[in-house]
Structure formats: C-alpha cells, structure tokens
C-alpha cells in the first residue's frame, strides 16, 4: 500500500543553518499530515478537521519553553493527534449505534472538483491525499475494526509508523500494537476491496440508469451485489441494503421516477469513479460503486446534506 506522507516527525526541525530556531512554519507544516491522518482515522472530514485544531491547540496552549523542549513536533502532534483520534473513535461508535440507518464513510471530490480547487486551492480537503487508503470500500472496512485496531493498523499500514511509538499512543505494548495491526490486516484481506480502472463500467452504469433501461442494469450488477444509503435520517434513504441485481436495478428505476429533473454525473469519489447525482444547483448524492469482474458489486450511496458540503455545483460532463 503506497503511503501518502512520510513517517514520524515529517517536517524537518532545524532551521537552513541546522539551529532549532523559530519552528512554526515546520509545525504548521505538519497540517497536511495530520489531516491526511485524521480523515483515514475517522472517514469524516469534519472531525478530522477538529481533531487537527484540537492538536494544534493543545500544541499552543504549551508554555514556549514547552514547546522549545519538544525535539520533534511533528512526532509529538502525530501522538496528539492519534490520541484525539482514538478518543473520538470510541465516542463515535456509541453514537453510530444511534445513528439512522447505515453510517457511510465522507466523500471527498477530486481535488479539481472542491469548491476553488485545483493546484493552487488553500482548502484543507485539496492537501487530502487520494489513493487506496482513502477508498470509500476501504474506509468500510476500517468502521468495522475496533478503535484501537484501526489507529494501530492505519498508523503502521499506511503512514509506516513503528510499533514502539503507536504504543506511546495507544497505551498499549508495541507487542500488542502488532497483534492490533495484524488483526486489522486480517480484516481487509478478507474484505473484497474493488479493483481499479472502473470507468467504462460506471460509465455504462450512468447510461443505464439515465435511460431506465432495467435489462442493462441488471446485466451490469452482479447477481449478489448490495446498495447501501446513507441519509442519516435528514433526507430520505433506504435504510437496509437492497440485495441482489433486480431488486437493486428497480430501486434505481423507482428513485429516477420520483426525481426526473436530476441530473447524473461521472465523477471521481475518494480517488475512483463514482456517480453524483444533483438537482437544483446542488449535489444529493454521492456514490461509490465496488466493481469486481466487469459488475457492480456494491453500490454505497451517500445522501446525508452534512456530509456533503465539499462537492461543487454541477457543471457539463
């Protein structure tokens, strides 16, 4: 798995002359890697968002001569940050359990796609780095792994930390932070995590779907694929999987009957191809499709309005 910053105490310390000096712009510099890795702790952009300015602020409420006596910030703001992650993580989990129907993972666009994007976009969500670690399917399978699981697992799997220091923020022993990560390693080999290059399928799919033809819907869908939606009670969405092709397929055909004038389009979800359906100068749903084989597998559909502020309004495609 390709890992998308470097590993412990990122940002170099010295300043151009080797002397510790003024360090704010390395520790500030270490905001990308800290929202990278609150986003995959967590799948939500604004709680990693607030875990990123709970770091920093636990950071400057340090003395100066606290600060100065820290010999790697950024080690010291990735344990911060990990420890506000897990904190969070076992609050979530008792309010997921409240939650209404199925908790979905937040969709992050393309960073082309993000309100002012492009290359030079200052937003926190353009600094996101999208590969498979961010995957809407992976970042499932993560909800599944206990708290601990998953801040050990994404720690060493994914940024390349070293046992010995997850453990300073875990609490628990670098042997046991192995056993975690290796749990959760477990479980993602045994998930059937989609393949990449999927674009001509959800593309067929699109075409389908917008020409309400049932018989290419199923023929794309495998026989045992699944749809999971993700209204969070605020707008509507079924609230079990739908389970098979057909079912899906008239699923699809029933929502584009009560809403004609929305328009489908092709986009990039969390770094893969993915469909976003909009209407009215604004995006209702965003989802992901799971393709094994040359069919849909999966289709995870996000339509909850709080997770979905950082897509833009529609234009051609």
Excluded at 216 to 234: I, Q, R
Excluded at 277 to 286: E, K, L, S
């Amino acid at each position: 798995m390709s890992t998308p910053s470097t590993g412990p105490g990122a940002s170099p310390v010295p300043g151009p002359d080797g002397r510790r000096g003024d360090r704010s712009g390395a520790v500030l510099g270490e905001r990308r890697h800290l929202l990278n890795l609150s986003y995959r702790l967590l799948g939500s952009l604004a709680e990693a968002e607030d875990a990123v300015q709970e770091t920093y602020a636990r950071w400057y409420a340090m003395t100066p001569a606290r600060r100065e006596a820290v010999d790697s910030p950024g080690a010291w703001l990735t344990t911060v940050a990990g420890r506000v992650c897990l904190d969070v993580l076992g609050s979530a989990r008792v309010r997921r359990e409240r939650y209404v129907g199925t908790w979905l993972p937040e969709p992050l666009p393309d960073r082309a796609e993000w309100p002012g994007g492009g290359a030079g976009a200052a937003d926190p969500a353009d600094r996101i780095t999208l590969d498979e670690s961010v995957g809407m399917a992976f970042l499932v399978v993560l909800e599944s792994m206990t708290p601990a699981e998953r801040v050990a697992f994404v720690l060493h799997d994914v940024f390349r930390y070293p046992f010995p220091e997850i453990a300073a923020i875990v609490a628990r022993t670098p042997a046991a932070c192995r056993r975690l990560a290796s749990s959760g390693r477990r479980r993602i080999r045994a998930a059937t995590l989609p393949a990449g290059g999927n674009t001509l399928v959800v593309r067929d799919f699109k075409e389908a779907w917008e020409a309400k033809d049932i018989e290419a819907l199923v023929a794309l869908l495998d026989p045992e694929a699944t749809m999971v939606a993700d209204g969070g009670g605020l707008v509507g969405a079924v609230l079990r999987p739908v389970e098979g092709a057909e079912a899906i397929a008239r699923y699809l055909l029933f929502i584009a009957g009560k809403a004609p004038d929305t328009t489908l389009l092709l986009r990039t979800v969390n770094g893969a191809p993915g469909l976003v359906a909009q209407r009215d100068g604004g995006t209702v749903t965003v989802a992901s499709l799971d393709v094994a084989g040359g069919r849909v597998t999966r289709v995870l559909a996000v339509r909850n309005p709080e997770k979905l502020g950082s897509w833009t309004a529609p234009r051609s495609g």
